[in-house]
């Protein structure tokens, strides 16, 4: 990885942080990332895993577009596209899924177990 590269995941980590924390004080959005219905995926987004309310596919529709637009504003800063800053927060959001919760590193849906490491997509240092 280049050293550009490299600050541009470590920026991108650092500021995006408080927005993954947002996300996941979400009420019926942190009940299904616990019950591993709602997951990280390695596009920087949160994805629905199974069968959720309507109600909580509204709530993952909006934080969805409140990284899209932290995304977008990021990536006009520094001159690099929307999909590298959303990847670069996908490493760093990867490193809080706990276990019994579910992620998508782009093959498909898994749940992380016991003693399994962080999942990391592809893309990450």
């Known amino acids: 990885m280049t050293r550009r590269g490299k600050l541009i995941l470590g920026a991108a980590g650092v500021a995006l942080l408080g927005l993954a924390g947002a996300a996941w004080a979400q009420g019926g959005v942190s009940a299904a990332v616990a019950a591993g219905q709602v997951g990280e995926r390695a596009d920087g ?4 895993r199974g069968q959720v309310s309507d109600a909580v596919k509204a709530e993952v529709e909006q ?6 637009a932290l995304y977008t504003s990021r990536a006009a800063e520094r001159g690099v596209a ?4 959303a990847a670069a927060t996908a490493c760093q959001a990867m490193q809080r899924v706990g276990v019994g919760q ?5 093959g498909g849906w898994a749940v992380r177990g016991a003693g399994d490491p962080a999942p990391k997509p ?3 240092p």
Do not use: D, F, T
């Open 45 to 48: 987004y949160l994805g629905v």
């Open 63 to 68: 934080i969805n577009i409140k990284r899209r």
């Open 82 to 85: 929307v999909e590298a800053i």
């Open 102 to 106: 579910a992620y998508n590193l782009g």
């Open 122 to 124: 592809a893309n990450c």
